[in-house]
């Protein structure tokens, strides 16, 4: 079954191996790309094993700008 994380993580994988890091729009859209894998995946995790809605919640809002944060650090490195 091909869902939407199946396709960012082949798109993500594929731009990688390809080897395309010729403009910085390109790494932007790859950085962009690892990190919605990176989110999804930890979303995923918490709503499996957790069952309070409260602190699955308050998890998810930090994984969220924990993310946002992380990719405005790895931006201003290497841009």
């Known amino acids: 079954m091909i869902t939407l994380k199946w396709i960012f993580m082949h798109l993500i994988v594929s731009l990688v191996f390809t080897g395309i890091f010729i403009d910085s729009e390109i790494i932007c859209l790859i950085?962009?790309?690892?990190?919605?894998?990176?989110?999804?995946?930890?979303?995923?995790?918490?709503?499996?094993y957790l069952h309070l809605k409260k602190i699955k919640l308050i998890l998810v809002f930090l994984i969220r700008a924990l993310s946002i944060e992380l990719f405005k650090l790895i931006l201003e490195l290497v841009l």
């Open 31 to 48: 950085l962009g790309l690892a990190f919605l894998h990176i989110n999804s995946g930890l979303t995923t995790i918490l709503e499996d």
